[in-house]
């Protein structure tokens, strides 16, 4: 399995899929990911032409005609969003459809006259990266190597003109020429990827190495890297199971693999991602019932005058609600000395009753400022102070008392606890 | 008059149907100036034209008496804050870099003199301490800061901002109006957008008020009379709104072929 025929093929893959990755990277951010995947479908006559009318074996022939192709196809794609009203999505799929729709006749054809077979025109379709000859590889290598440069080159002018356009526009930039050198970039990048993974699942290679590494990291640059490094593993995967499995095409299976990138990455990311997201909302709800639990202390205490202690059944009775995993909060609050458990029940600590009161301080001042800054009327403030009084911010509790003037007391006339320092 | 820029018979349709009809004036050098008008009346469009975004039908413009590519370096741009998508991966220095960016710097790496400048204009609007955050994480009105920041990186004379004053905070808004101030107090110009008649009289030294047509353009004083706002913000004009339909519809063409645009000398 590893021998040099093979390792020379595992690192044209790697260098063909990263390459593709980091050209659709600015289709993806730009939102039109959908582009790429036409000009890969419409590459396909443009090949199959190529073989054709020229040496079919040459690579060189393959990557004009898939250029011819993609050129018409994209300008074809242009021209009819100025000139119709029909939509962009629409002329997209029109120009996709009809131009792989030639593609496959172009091949029938082809398959017909009995020159295909040896060809191996299929690759073309789902990809077979072990099937291209020592030639092809050191073309299709070169010209992978040869797009990450033309992406170095042109970082700035890609960059501005995916966020801002019109400014780079306003600023003199050649976006015409920009425009073009992109398009023939993502041409030439689905030329190579084609190799890998073949026209019909060409999107995926452009597009979901960048949606895995855009979860991780908003950094343009470590984007690129990233997605580049997807790619390559994906490739790394793919090539190695069609490898061993002799009748396996590697398009699928890179493709496969990528997906699996893909979603697992918008499950674990940090922030955006579904498990960060279910973490957010537990520790939201825990913080809410550690405060609503030391705001019902501290109340009691304000009524009694003194401290007070209540039980884990008082509180439950006081709230009026159930609480789920009260005793695990209330151990917790221990453990943190902001709750002492006595005899009679749970007590807050000094440094619990400094919380509390926080608390309970919040919770006045956004009544206050409902009233006040909302003109909303006292009997409706109520619900949506206990939310508030777990999100204000001291940021935002400084705004608050400085926009109302130190405040005594809250519309219902109870004093708003400062701390006194 | 010393002008800055000037617009002749400037005629503007967007997606065939006029929004700009044979607008003509002169804007002076050193001044706050506000293009004023409703909604939808083309004060973007006229923007737009004359950043070369939009192409008229007929007319041209000026700025400081040449055409926009001999003065671009002179010129800077502040487009709609919601324009872009702010998702896109790229901290607060990014951004004010790309005001840096130039035709002949394009292939070139950023310079150290380069980010000295960027970072002097993010002091300049109080977001020196946010360079390295990421812009999704910007309230609007920070956003709306960071692309002033990198119109002040391109060190222009004339500076057109669309709509900078929509959706920031009151202190965003105080903080852009001195910034605002200074740059007048260094001969500057300054072109705005802006909708809000409440406090265009404050803002500005001189007004442009739009609806379709040009309603007035001069100082303030002279243009923000009750007869004048209510010509512009009385609804547009019903047989300029009917032609612009029916030119729409039947895709006519605004000028006949043949016809000889006065084109600017030199």
Redesign the interface.
Known sequence: MFDPVFIKVLFGTLLLASSSAVVGAFSF?K?ESLVGDAIAHALLPGVVLAFILGDGRHPGYLIIGALIAGLIAHYGIAFIEQRTKLKSDTAVSLVLSTFFGFGILLMSYVQRTGQGQQAGLERFLLGKAAAITMMDLYVFTGLALLLLLGVA??Y??F??M???E?????????TGGIRFAFTVLTVLAVTVGIQAVGVVLMAALLITPSAAA?SW????PR?LLLAALFASAAALGGTFISAAMPKMPTGPWIVLVLGFFGFSSLILAPEKGWLARRRRAASNRNKTQRENLLKLLYGAEERAGEPVAMTAGAMVDAREQHYEGLTKTLRNLKKEFLVVERADGFALTDLGRIEGRRVVRLHRLWELYLTERLGMAADHIHPQAETMEHVITPEIEALIVKELGNPEVDPHQSPIPYEED | MEKSIEVHNLTVSYHSKPVLWDVDFELPKGKIIGIVGPNGSGKTTML?TV???MKPDSGYTEIFGQPL?KV??R?S?V?QRE???WD????VM??VL?GR???NN??KR?TKEDRRIATEALEKVNLLEFADR?I?QLSGGQQQRVFIA?SLA?QADIYLMDEPFVGVDAATEDAILKLLRDMKNEGKTVVIVHHDLQTANEYFDWIVLLNTRLVAAGPKEQVFTKELLQEAYGGRLTVLSKLGDLISDTEFPLREPDFKEDQPQG
Do not use: H, W
């Not at chain 1, 990291?217 to 343009?220: A, K, V």
């Not at chain 2, 896109?88 to 901290?91: G, I, M, R, S, V």
């Open positions: 951010l939102g080159l042109f700035k002018g960059q501005l995916t966020f801002n019109d400014f780079a526009a306003a600023i003199g930039l050649p855009r990291t908003s950094n343009l984007m | 737009k950043m070369g975004l590519d671009r370096e010129v741009y487009p324009s872009v998508d896109f991966p790229a901290d990014d951004v790309m960016y130039r035709k394009l292939f950023i990421q999704s990198r391109q």
